[in-house]
């Protein structure tokens, strides 16, 4: 699956790259102050290679450091049919073999419907499957009294994330960079990317050469993503200019105020949940989905 990985990896020692790894999460967690002591944090765990790497790495620093913090693990069950099951499945061979919890929410069952049945509303599947997992896993990481959500965001994720916010002209979302967020809404936890200064390549090859059981297949929803367009341009440039991630992300930390989010947010009238207007996106796109489900149903029922 990584064939250029793998002929490197014969030239490498495992253990030293994995200590690499390790160091460059530590001090990404030492110098932005990722976990403080006693802290619960939870691992969103989509059962891929970065959100694994993220729990076993973490689960080792909390083993052998002087951090003394709670892991957990949370995953979200989109209902991507033939995708998301395997994911499912990682999660819950990874967490077990760790020993660290994990707890598993879906669509269907908190919101009604799956990801699959309310698709085709939308331009792109991503829309609604970003905003319905955002919202599960922060409103499960509270309801757990989790301080931290730690996500498997990685280097490639964050200068990717960037571009598309750049491509949209959404300023508001710069101050979701950085790999911590301040607490802005007593129910809002704040997210930390402890894997921020790795780049994607090297998630794959510690997941390949360590044989640790991850979920490597891309969602069937992704081609029709911005992210993966931009995803491949950015490895093509990466190719012939090695180090263009990297100075990406430089350039980023150098001249925005990174992490740092000038939102007021609210709660939702109808859930509670944070929000940056009087009714939630999730509520607002619940409703939405509802009516054209009503509709579907109607018309089928007219033919
Ligand atoms: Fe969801 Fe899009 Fe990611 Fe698929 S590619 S899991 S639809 S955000």
Not at 74 to 92: L, P, T
Request: positive net charge.
């Amino acid at each position: 699956m990584f064939p250029d990985h793998i002929i490197f990896m014969k030239h490498l020692d495992r253990h030293n790259f994995n200590q690499e790894l390790e160091k460059k999460v530590k001090k990404v967690i030492n110098d932005h102050g990722l976990i403080n002591d006693h802290d619960k944090v939870a691992v969103a765990l989509s059962g891929g290679k970065d959100s694994v790497l993220t729990l076993h790495i973490l689960n080792k620093i909390r083993k052998e450091s002087d951090f003394n913090f709670k892991l957990l693990a949370i995953a979200v069950d989109e209902g991507i049919h033939g995708y998301r099951e395997d994911g499912i499945r990682s999660a819950r061979n990874n967490s077990y073999k760790l020993g660290v919890d994990l707890y598993e929410v879906s669509l269907k069952n908190e919101l009604g419907f799956t990801l699959d049945q309310v698709a085709k509303f939308y331009q792109t599947a991503c829309v609604p499957c970003g905003v319905f997992r955002r919202y599960l896993l922060n409103r499960t990481a509270y309801e757990l009294g989790v301080d931290k959500l730690a996500t498997g965001h990685n280097l490639d994720d964050e200068v990717q994330s960037f571009l598309m916010s750049f491509a949209r002209a959404d300023v508001r979302r710069f101050g979701k960079f950085g790999p911590k967020q301040e607490r802005i809404h007593p129910k809002m936890v704040p997210r930390i990317k402890p894997l921020w200064l790795i780049p994607e390549k090297e998630v794959g090859l510690w997941a390949v050469s360590n044989e640790v059981d991850v979920h490597l297949a891309e969602c069937p929803y992704a081609y029709q993503s911005l992210r993966s367009r931009l995803k491949n341009y950015l490895n093509s440039l990466e190719e012939e200019r090695p180090g263009t991630k990297l100075n990406f992300l430089k350039f980023f930390q150098k001249n925005l105020k990174i992490g740092k989010r000038d939102v007021k947010l609210y709660e939702c009238q109808i859930c509670g949940q944070p929000s940056s207007a009087s009714t939630c996106k999730v509520c607002e796109m619940s409703e939405h989905i509802k009516q054209e489900m009503k509709l579907n149903k109607e018309d089928r029922e007219n033919k």
